[in-house]
């Protein structure tokens, strides 16, 4: 079992906005880098932003934090919504060397989300 946890100051600037969903792949042999879900997918600092931007888009501020567990990442960001800034979170599942985005509702529902780490399905199910 992979486990990685790591809270984050806000980020801001043009570098935060510059990263795209391509920065999925990563090496792993660094001290920040943990991968998954094969060994392909990378954890780390600027995967979870990049997630968390594609996620959230235009609405993206910054990131909280993320962790990543038996092929799972969650990501808490700050976004806004109708210029009031709110906490969301976001489940990805490792597929190979990407992350895909789950949906909420399919995972939160009665029976869904049944791999899913329970602590990451708490989360994201408290925040719906």
Do not use: H
């Not at 079992?1 to 510059?18: R, V």
């Not at 999925?24 to 931007?53: F, K, P, V, W």
């Amino acid at each position: 079992m992979t486990s990685f946890k790591k809270t984050l100051m806000p980020l801001a600037g043009a570098a935060a906005l510059a990263l795209t969903l391509a920065a999925c792949g990563g090496d792993s042999s660094s001290d920040d880098t943990s991968a998954i879900g094969g060994g392909e997918a990378a954890c780390d600092e600027a995967t979870m932003t990049a997630n968390a931007q594609g996620a959230a888009g235009s609405d993206f501020v910054s990131m909280n934090s993320y962790e990543c567990s038996d092929g799972y990442a969650i990501v808490s960001a700050i976004t806004t919504s109708g210029g009031m800034e709110q906490t969301s979170v976001y489940l990805f599942e490792a597929e190979g060397p990407v992350w895909a985005l789950e949906q909420a509702d399919a995972v939160c529902a009665d029976g869904g989300g049944a791999d899913v780490p329970t602590n990451f399905r708490d989360e994201l199910c408290a925040l719906r």
